[in-house]
């Protein structure tokens, strides 16, 4: 458990909400720049918080939440918002956010995996972390993994972190399936009044107005993807894909397209 420690004594603080945990690349931004115009909402300063997915902050077994809760602007009856698409991605974080929170509410924006995954590699390369053609980057991700073993690479995901089933199922391990709410990228950009409702619905609060959309997804490619990229990805990710329409009964016959 995570006592909170504040003069020698443990005193219980307010907690963290809603987290929006979804993919990297998904949209998460645009959500998040949605959602701090709400005025009974505030979000993470910086938006993203990487609390539970800072590992040194856990190996002791005990974590002292004024340094999470310091990302916070406290106000009287608001609700704080933690947006780090990696928590869903994170192995060990559902677990923490359970000890801290077992009331959480998720929210999670699912991008296709291979335009995300392309996407994740075109921003890696923009910071210097990446010197890989993209081809060459996927194919080699597995050596990679087992090079870095038994940490959990941040960088060098780009095919593992769009197998959303196995993260989805590790929260509902802990979480109740009503805790979340789970979207596809397209829904926030092509109909994000109607998405926003439904999350100020499941946060039990007032409806938020949009008066001007946000971009979603933004990113600025050095080329288009190619066809042999694309086949290598779509032949990883098809059965995933199938997988993910049983378990959300999506359609995403357009993903593979």
Known sequence: MMPDQVGGRQKRPERVAFLIGGTQKGGTSALHDYLVAHPRIRMARDKEAHFFDYDELFASGRVSLPQYHAFFDP????????????YMYWRSAPVRIWHYNPRMKWILLLRNPIDRAYSHWNMEVSRGAEALPFLAAIKQEHS??????????????????????EQIRRIWHHFPREQMLIFKSEELAEAPQQTISTICGFLGISNLKI????????????????????????????FEIRQLERMLGWDCSSWLD
Not at 146 to 159: D, F, G, I, T, W
């Open 75 to 86: 106000a009287p009856g608001v609700l704080w918002g933690d947006a780090t698409p990696i």
């Open 211 to 238: 008066s001007q959309p946000r971009r979603v997804r933004e990113g600025h490619y050095r080329r288009p993807m190619t066809p042999e990229e694309r086949d290598y990805l779509r032949s990883a990710y098809e």
């Open 144 to 165: 990679r993994w087992l090079a870095a073993s038994p940490r959990q690479p941040r960088v060098h995901s780009y095919l593992d972190r769009g197998y959303y089933a």
